[in-house]
């Protein structure tokens, strides 16, 4: 027993010595999130011949060496963890958009709700079928139509204004994914250059897991480590990082009208303009199929608020208000494919496919238009018609005190809801109809206003229901007054199965009401119900890999005590070796 043996115990020692290391780490770190745990991985060190026998060589051991500090983590558990929370960042942002707008809504917080409103306009409108040429039950009627148009103005700019919050969200959220990837990026480089020289970096790897594990809640994406230890991020068959080299996530304008924003992949460190041409950037996300769990694409909190915020406000038009153009039509694009007109009506129709038909917050506001448009057009062309032709319909009804119009003929041909700043009839007694492309020319949310005339002292007079056919002793080629044919027409028409919500299937006013809070309500339900499935999901995920990678205290103290009594017996050996020598050395003199 020499050098020989003295170097055996110390390798014993130093192995000991490491296992004691890196036990305490463990229990330093044992309340870290996302702190994998560590043990030591040892081997023989090298062997040494000593002789022959029939069966073999004999050897000695010359001691142990310390091969690996190895890092307790499970690949597939992550990927089940992240695969999990990415699905459950997008239902989060979907059942809070829902619950919004039920709180919009009204229908469960308090008794100015939309169906309250919609009530008191139906009975209103009873009321004056009994009474038409009643002063109180006219006045009765503005004042709910009044309520009437200032909920839904309400509704409206809270659901502009919710849009307009999930864009700062969005914002937000690429600010993070930029982030992050630049820390994975600085700690890939950081673990390569550690393990470079041999050493181990295993803390720096859970650094960069929980960036992994962060991100997988914003967006959905693979990665893939590489032979220098560092991974390439691929997002939507996209790379974010490959090589060092970060394709920053930018953003661009969705259309001219608003501010809202979408994330692209561009070098432009500012926000492109909406017309910028495809050539100069990518889409991060390109909505081909509807968004849900049968097709497996309901992943990612950023996802979750672009399907739930759209591209821009929807009304009742839907998909409708911005057909597919023509470039074939040279009378409306004599450019063709060119025209800019063209190009602006392409955009405008890719946008509302976009906004509507997956979009959460565009289909409420396309569905509670589609009624309060029903609503308004119902009223007012009944009580201010207009012929085919769009002239003034000179049959139409006649008010409770008409004013002599420009014939001679006592007549009002005033209507109750008016736009804001677009005359229902123009100069020639022409109506100024809607137009798809026209915002301020529609009878839409926003837009919508009592008309000013009607809202004067005496404006209920205005108001005409009264047939022309009527008793001629109030007047030549006037109607009777209390004649209600006009307004039992307008409640017949109110329960006309009209009104389609962004389907085939058309309804009443009142049932198109109480079909949409149902499938507002349905739907928010379902999105809370996924929400607590993968919140369960996510947590039985982690506690499945935090058995893998958590830190028992019981179980490093155990290991402690093992490597205690290893380092002890190690340093007794040299402590032996050490009286030995020193006892040769003293009988050599």
């Not at 992943?299 to 672009?306: A, E, I, P, R």
């Not at 309060?372 to 018609?385: M, Q, Y």
């Not at 736009?419 to 020319?441: G, H, M, S, V």
């Amino acid at each position: 027993m020499g050098f020989t043996g003295m170097n055996t115990a110390v390798s014993g020692l130093n192995a000991a010595q490491a296992g004691l290391y890196v036990t305490g780490h463990n229990m330093a770190n044992s309340s870290v999130a996302g702190y994998s745990r560590q043990r030591p991985v040892t081997t023989d060190f090298t062997y040494q011949n000593i002789g022959e026998s029939p069966i073999g060589k004999k050897q000695k051991g010359l001691g142990v060496m310390l091969k690996a500090l190895q890092q307790i983590r499970d690949r597939f558990l992550d990927a089940s963890y992240r695969a999990e929370n990415c699905r459950l960042g997008f239902y989060e942002i979907k059942a809070v958009t829902g619950q919004e707008i039920e709180s919009i809504m009204g229908e469960t917080q308090s008794q100015y709700n939309f169906q309250q409103v919609l009530d008191d306009v139906w009975n209103s409108l009873n009321e004056l079928a009994s009474h038409p040429e009643g002063v109180e039950t006219r006045t009765n009627f503005l004042a709910h139509c009044t309520t009437f148009i200032t909920k839904a103005e309400d509704v409206y700019a809270r659901l502009f204004a919710h849009q307009h919050n999930l864009d700062d969200q969005i914002r937000a959220a690429t600010a993070k994914i930029n982030s992050l990837v630049s820390e994975i990026d600085t700690l890939n480089r950081k673990i390569s250059s550690v393990e470079y020289t041999g050493d181990h970096a295993n803390d720096y790897r859970d650094q960069r897991a929980a960036c992994l594990d962060e991100l997988s809640k914003i967006i959905n994406y693979e990665f893939k480590e590489k032979d220098d230890s560092g991974i390439m991020l691929v997002c939507e068959g996209k790379e974010l990082l490959n090589n060092g080299f970060i394709h920053k996530v930018g953003l661009k304008y969705t259309n001219v009208e608003y501010s809202f924003i979408e994330p692209v992949f561009t070098d432009d460190p500012g926000i492109l303009p909406a017309d910028t041409p495809l050539s100069e950037y990518e889409p991060l996300f390109v909505f081909t199929d509807t968004v849900n769990a049968e097709n497996d694409n309901d992943t990612g909190s950023l996802k979750g608020m672009l399907i739930s915020r759209g591209t821009r406000p929807a009304n009742y038009l839907g998909t409708a208000a911005y057909e597919q153009p023509d470039p074939t039509d040279l009378v409306t694009f004599p450019l063709g494919v060119n025209d800019p007109l063209y190009a602006s009506r392409l955009r405008r129709y890719n946008n509302d496919v976009y906004s509507v038909n997956n979009c959460f917050v565009p289909q409420v506001m396309n569905m509670i238009d589609a009624i309060v448009h029903r609503v308004v057009t119902l009223i007012n062309d009944s009580i201010a018609p207009a012929l085919p032709n769009g002239a003034q319909d000179p049959s139409g009804p006649y008010p409770l005190n008409p004013n002599d119009d420009a014939a001679g003929i006592q007549r009002s041909y005033t209507e109750v809801f008016s736009r804001k700043f677009i005359n229902r009839w123009d100069a020639a007694n022409t109506l100024n109809p809607e137009q798809p492309y026209e915002y301020y020319t529609q009878y839409t949310m926003g837009n919508l206003q009592i008309n000013p005339d009607v809202m004067l002292n005496g404006g209920y007079n205005l108001l005409a229901f009264s047939p022309a056919q009527g008793d001629a002793s109030i007047g030549a080629g006037f109607g009777d007054r209390g004649d209600n044919r006009l307004l039992l027409d307008i409640i017949s028409k109110w329960n006309e199965r009209i009104v389609r919500l962004n389907s085939a299937e058309s309804y009443s006013v009142n049932d198109a009401y109480k079909r949409f809070i149902a499938s507002i309500g349905d739907e928010t339900s379902e999105d809370l119900s996924f929400v607590q499935e993968q919140n369960l999901l996510v947590r039985q995920s982690d506690d499945r890999r935090n058995q893998i990678m958590g830190v028992s205290l019981d179980e490093e103290m155990k290991n402690m005590m093992i490597y205690q009594h290893a380092y002890s017996a190690a340093a007794r050996m040299l402590n032996v070796m050490d009286s030995m020598m020193q006892e040769v050395i003293r009988i050599a003199g």
